[in-house]
């Protein structure tokens, strides 16, 4: 049970710490949305009469197509989350945004320090960052998934004991993955072998490996370094192709995502009241639709 926690809480999973988990209580991770209880009323729209406040500073991805990516040529931003940020500013009454690109592990501390205002970046909602951070209604679900090759041959979960699994640092993919494997029997999830900042860590019946981006994630299941990439469903879209499947009827976790800001700051209610806004009157479904 020590190997098991010792290698989840570290620098990286810190936000795993106050779930207090152990070999028996090692439950799934709570990531469903918010209720949506604050509603807009009528025509009488607070968020719309805020007036102009300057400039939003939004923590986005600049590397998941269709959600958030970064044409460096033009150094314009692209996605669903692109869209959603530039109306909720024109709703929060802001003149403009500046769109910061973020990455897994930095955009909880670039939060937390205020250089940006909200992390709208494939943030998924889960009880352990309710701690330090308010989120909006989820604009959008997903689940986390397992993708290889073709020619490995992989079809089912059993087909990978003894194989090795790839995460992207920084995400919360590798502690959810491990609780999967441990609850399906998989796996006993004790940690036999630690590598330097948990990246290489050797489990009874499997092996992770994590990697600084999706990119190079992508090409360690491409060269064989990996077995399979293990990743959000949004993010995964992005490195596949005829050569890649997903392994069937092994979901590692169901999320769904939302707009991240300060707690209790004055921002929270806003963005929260303007998101559900958004699904209410259809403008949501309707960014879903355009970069589905």
């Known amino acids: 049970m020590t190997n098991r926690l010792n290698w989840l809480v570290n620098e990286k999973f810190k936000e795993m710490q106050a779930l207090n988990l152990t070999r028996r209580s090692f439950g799934a991770l709570a990531l469903g949305a918010l209720p949506a209880s604050m509603l807009l009323a009528g025509c009488d729209n607070p968020v719309a009469d805020m007036g102009s406040k ?11 197509v269709g959600f958030g990516y970064l044409n460096e040529d033009t150094g314009n931003y692209y996605g669903l989350e692109i869209d959603l940020v530039n109306d909720l500013v024109a709703r929060l009454g802001y003149g403009d945004v500046e769109f910061v690109t973020v990455l897994p592990e930095n955009r909880k501390e670039m939060l937390l320090d205020g250089q940006i205002d909200l992390i709208a970046a494939c943030y998924s909602i889960a009880d352990t960052r309710l701690e330090n951070f308010d989120f909006s209604p989820a604009y959008y679900d997903d689940r986390v998934i397992a993708v290889v090759q073709n020619s490995s041959l992989i079809e089912k979960i059993d087909d990978m004991r003894g194989l090795t699994f790839g995460t992207m640092s920084g995400a919360n993919t590798a502690p959810l993955l491990s609780i999967k494997l441990y609850e399906i029997g998989f796996s006993d999830g004790e940690a036999r072998a630690l590598g330097a900042n948990n990246d290489d860590v050797q489990f009874d019946t499997w092996h992770l490996l994590q ?42 976790a169901e999320q769904s995502f939302g707009i991240a800001t300060q707690k209790d ?16 009157d259809g403008t949501i479904a309707a960014l879903q639709d355009k970069w589905d």
């Open 54 to 64: 300057g400039t939003l500073r939004a923590g986005v991805r600049a590397d998941v």
């Open 211 to 252: 990697f600084p981006s999706y990119e190079e994630l992508s090409d360690a299941l491409e060269d064989g370094t990996v077995d399979a990439m293990v990743l959000d469903g949004a993010i995964a879209q992005t490195y596949m192709d005829d050569k890649r499947h997903v392994i069937d009827g092994f979901v590692v």
């Open 265 to 280: 700051s004055e921002l929270s209610a806003p963005v929260a009241e303007a998101v559900q806004a958004m699904l209410d």
